[in-house]
């Protein structure tokens, strides 16, 4: 592979314990596959880089995972730039460093795996393209998610209200009517950002919005009256009572001109409210923890696995389990249920 073609392979460099942290966090180095494929070019990546780089990103259904994928992969190359790591020549050893510094960042180990999983997805691509000799990631050691846990900080129903409240009385229609939406929904940050005005309707005589999940399907959700308040007062506010297709083809959370809103935006947005509502861990908190206290509530309330599981659009019921903080608990034992089944039975074999 030769990012740099008339250049030979370089000498390896003793490590420098010296050298200043990368920033490994935060904003990526890019932000949609364009930025990813510009960040390469920079790096005078040869063509058939650039080529092999944009047809693995298009093999991703939605735009959403496209520019997912390109976040990931660009801190890869921003380490690999603020180090002097050639990825043409990138080796095992290197691949090593750059997990460890993932984790001496402190970034959880869902993040860094994922980040790991798809820099050497794209080095598989580029073999397969004959664009690269070989993997540098393949062999490596990668951070165990567990199946029965998530690192992701939720808030209780106690706090979700006075989050809430909070933003109803101090912010504006817009940041409550995303809040709203967020916690009512389960929907992901970015599949409600990515909304039109359009998505809402009506479906057997429940109010819904359309909603645009992995694999780039799209997913019926219910917009319960507390959302379809915060919504209708909010857009009431931005168009008055001109309804056309061009309206419709708004974006439903725009920006003042009129873009999308995009997910750092609301990141900072979800901390800065939460801070000012008196949430004591709102430095913690991110859009999917209002995700993550969705399912905690619900299960924690005893509505079924297999409700939650679809309400979450998750494909695997133990991705659900994750959420459920009192899983195992003595008094959810299904073993009182049997015992009520039982006394009944008995009874009337009397």
Not at 29 to 53: C, F, H, K, Q, Y
Not at 123 to 132: F, Q, S, T
């Amino acid at each position: 592979m030769d990012f740099l073609p008339a250049v030979p392979e370089p000498s390896p460099v003793p490590a420098n314990p010296a050298a200043p942290a990368v920033k490994l966090r935060g904003t990526p180095p890019a932000n949609s596959p364009t930025a990813l494929v510009a960040l390469l070019r920079d790096a005078g990546a040869a063509p058939n880089i650039l080529e092999a780089t944009g047809a693995w990103m298009n093999k991703r259904e939605s735009e959403h995972s496209r520019t997912a994928y390109a976040k990931d992969a660009s801190w890869w190359l921003a380490w690999c730039a603020a180090t002097g790591t050639d990825p043409a020549f990138a080796k095992a050893v290197d691949t090593d460093k750059y997990g460890a510094a993932l984790r001496d960042c402190g970034l959880a180990k869902s993040t860094r795996a994922r980040r790991l999983a798809v820099a050497s997805s794209w080095y598989d691509y580029l073999v397969r393209a004959e664009a690269a000799e070989r993997n540098p990631f393949i062999g490596m050691d990668r951070p165990s998610v567990e199946a029965d846990s998530s690192a992701t900080r939720g808030m209780t129903p106690a706090e979700l209200a006075k989050l809430l409240t909070y933003a109803r009385e101090h912010e504006s229609a817009r940041t409550y009517a995303l809040l709203v939406v967020l916690a009512t929904t389960a929907g992901r940050i970015g599949s409600v950002l990515a909304a039109k005005v359009g998505a809402i309707g009506h479906d057997q005589g429940h109010r819904t919005a359309d909603l645009v999940v992995k694999g780039n399907h799209a997913k019926r959700v219910v917009l319960v009256p507390l959302a379809v308040e915060a919504v209708e007062t909010y857009l009431a506010g931005r168009r008055g009572e001109v309804v056309d297709d061009e309206w419709l083809d708004e974006w439903l959370f725009a920006t003042r001109t009129g873009g999308a809103m995009d997910e750092p935006a609301a990141f900072r947005t979800l901390r800065r409210v939460a801070k000012a509502a008196g949430i004591p861990h709102a430095g913690t908190l991110s859009p999917h923890s209002l995700r993550h206290s969705y399912a905690t509530a619900l299960l924690d309330k005893g509505i079924p696995l297999a409700d939650v599981q679809d309400a979450m659009g998750h494909a695997d019921p133990r991705t659900t389990r994750r959420y459920d903080r009192l899983a195992g608990a003595l008094h959810r034992s299904p073993s009182y249920r049997m015992q009520e089944e039982l006394t009944k039975a008995m009874h009337a074999a009397r």
